[in-house]
């Protein structure tokens, strides 16, 4: 299925997409993702969870606070995301912050999505993973601080075990359709994705 897709406007959870909508209240800020020519590797820079719009089978209980609505844009071809569970590409129903999408366009184009951008929490599985974030690597791997003491009697609970790279981190340059390398002090994009190895699952905390 080809999708068009001009803009995502999300404000406090509600997408505003026509003219018969009042304008949305102040705040957040506007993020423009520029799209090439192919494929793309990309994330969505907001706190907000959305729903891929008119997209093949989506579940009703998974959709988000923001849909796409304006389809007169880019022209998406396809979107994937990558699970570690399977280690295998799978289409995906919504899209969540902290996780990088492949996305194909017909052509030069960008979106734009308006919203709040709050500190996330991710899970990852042993081996590659699609990410995204507004910090660095060595800033976001962190399983956060030590849980207060368990009541008594209670079990434990341990926090996940800090991420172990066992490779480099690569991002998707679309103008030359070849993998980049990031080091891991550098600043991530949280409008791009990532591809990280880890050891094992394990959690990343952003500041």
């Known amino acids: ?11 406090a959870g509600t997408a505003f997409a026509d003219s018969n909508n009042p304008p949305p209240p102040p705040g957040g800020q ?23 719009d008119n997209m093949p089978n989506p579940t009703t209980n998974q959709a988000g606070p923001f849909m796409v609505r304006d389809l007169t844009g880019c022209t998406i071809t396809s979107i994937w995301q990558y699970s570690a569970a399977s280690n295998q590409y799978v289409k995906p129903n919504v899209l969540d912050p902290m996780t990088g999408y492949w996305i194909e366009v017909s052509s030069d184009c960008q979106i734009t999505i308006s919203g709040s951008r709050e ?8 081996g590659w993973n699609m990410i995204s974030s507004r910090s660095s690597w060595d800033q976001i791997n962190t399983a956060g601080p030590n ?18 790279l066992t490779s480099s981190i690569y991002n998707y340059d679309p103008t030359t359709n070849a993998y980049t390398t990031v080091t891991s002090s550098t600043a991530l994009n949280d409008s791009k ?4 190895k880890v050891q094992q699952a394990c959690q990343l905390i952003e500041p």
Do not use: D, E
């Open 1 to 11: 299925m080809i999708l068009a897709l001009a803009a995502i406007l999300v404000v």
């Open 193 to 196: 994705g990532y591809w990280v």
């Open 147 to 164: 849980p207060p003491p368990p009541a008594p009697g209670a079990p434990q609970v341990i926090n996940p075990p800090r991420c172990n």
């Open 119 to 126: 500190s996330q929490t991710t899970r990852l599985g042993a």
């Open 30 to 52: 506007t993020f423009t993702i520029p799209l090439k020519h192919g494929w793309n590797m990309v994330s969505i820079p907001v706190s907000k969870r959305g729903l891929v």
